[in-house]
């Protein structure tokens, strides 16, 4: 028996990954997904956060000798005015890479 849940008519899903390509394509998928099924959408892409680590070669006395390494990650937001069933939101997260980080955010309750 499939559950009856309605989301609210005003949420957000966010995507975070690591990877620009795999995110970029996810992001693709969804409006895709959005604009065959008529939603209201916006996007918005957040900066980029950068991470910076520095290493050390030696660990005695070469001090001059580092290495320095950089992690960035991506973060792209869909603000949604629109009712969605809770299947259709399932469905549309089962497809997607492993890379990438999702969470959903109603704005207003449940209805």
Known sequence: MLLKKNLATNFTIQLKSIDKKSLLFYTYFLKKIFDK???TYSLINLPIKKKRITLLKSPHVNKAAREQFELRSYKSVFLINSNL???FTKMLFKNKPQIINVSVKTVRGIV
């Open 37 to 39: 099924t008529n939603i």
């Open 85 to 87: 069933s809770y299947e």
